[in-house]
């Protein structure tokens, strides 16, 4: 109760409260346990993934800007998908039309739906597209919203490996 109080004389009560906000939200202590359901692909767990650097792009069917996008993202996952150090992969935020949606852009990496409460383990998502670059132990490492293209994104991709 004394240093309580010296505490709060000494106006440190606010440093806590912030540094203790700070590390309780901090979306590097990433939960990799979320289920993946596969839409062009086999479901599996972001689990499964870890020991690679993975890249998540996240995105919804009616966003033209997650269309703009896709070319980049094919071309990326086409240069990598045989490098066992990466994953790419696709995530809907809606399922309506997302097969149709998938062959008319022609998407060639992996696409996922995952429930909506797991969107808080990658750090929420206010914006699309989101893309969420992970490393190889599980720890988000950058989150890029809007528009990127191959060579930022492969850019930063090499910077893990």
């Known amino acids: 109760m004394i240093l309580f109080l010296v505490l709060i004389k000494m106006k440190w009560i606010p440093f806590f409260i912030v540094i203790f906000f700070i590390s ?7 939960n990799m346990d ?3 359901s596969g839409v062009n692909t086999q479901s599996t767990t ?3 993934f870890k020991g690679k650097v993975i890249l998540i792009n996240v995105f919804q069917t009616d966003c033209p800007a997650c269309q703009e996008e896709i070319p980049s993202i094919n071309k990326l996952y086409n240069d990598y998908k045989n490098n066992h150090n990466v994953k790419i992969i696709g995530i809907s935020l809606n399922s309506n039309g997302l097969n149709a949606f998938i062959n008319y852009f022609n998407i060639q990496y992996p696409i996922y739906t995952i429930n909506p409460s797991d969107l808080s383990k990658l750090g929420g998502i206010a914006y ?12 988000i490492i950058e989150r890029f919203v809007g528009v990127r293209d191959f060579y930022f994104l492969s850019t930063n991709i090499n910077l893990l490996l």
């Open 46 to 48: 972001l689990q499964s």
């Open 24 to 30: 309780s939200c901090n979306p590097n202590k990433n």
């Open 128 to 139: 699309t597209p989101t893309t969420i670059l992970i490393d190889k132990n599980g720890n």
């Open 34 to 36: 979320i289920h993946l």
